[in-house]
């Protein structure tokens, strides 16, 4: 059975810096594709960040560029994202996420993972 479990979520000043943890069973990492998504209130979730298997190379939304930074440390099979200078607009629920398929298709498109955590909550506010 595969299981993605967040952690590290809560309140954040505006300015401040959170790190959301994803630890994964089930299924190696190192082998998979990860993501980031989040979906604020009333809006639909959309991806902020990935790594493709095929080559490692970090993938971020406009927004999040310059602020969050994704890893994966494939020992501990555990997925990351640190982030920094938060604003209110970051406040959502988090999600991580894994595909077996490579390449750069749709990286960021919730539609091509298959496996999902079960989402945590950030909030940003003074």
């Known amino acids: 059975q595969v299981q993605l479990v967040e952690s590290g979520g809560g309140l954040a000043q505006p300015g401040g810096s959170l790190t959301l943890s994803c630890v994964v069973s089930?299924?190696?990492?190192?082998?998979?594709?990860i993501a980031w998504f989040r979906q604020a209130p009333g809006k639909e979730r959309v991806g902020i960040s990935s790594i493709s298997s095929s080559d490692g190379t970090p993938l971020y939304e406009p927004s999040v560029e310059g602020r969050f930074t994704i890893s994966k440390d494939n020992a501990k099979n555990t997925m990351y994202l640190q982030m920094d200078s938060l604003n209110s607009e970051d406040t959502a629920v988090y999600y991580c996420?894994?595909?077996?398929?490579?390449?750069?298709?749709?990286?960021?498109?919730?539609?091509?993972?298959?496996?999902w955590g079960q989402g945590i909550q950030v909030t940003v506010s003074s």
């Open positions: 089930g299924i190696k990492l190192d082998t998979y594709s």
């Open positions: 996420a894994a595909r077996k398929l490579g390449g750069f298709y749709g990286l960021l498109n919730s539609d091509w993972y298959e496996h």
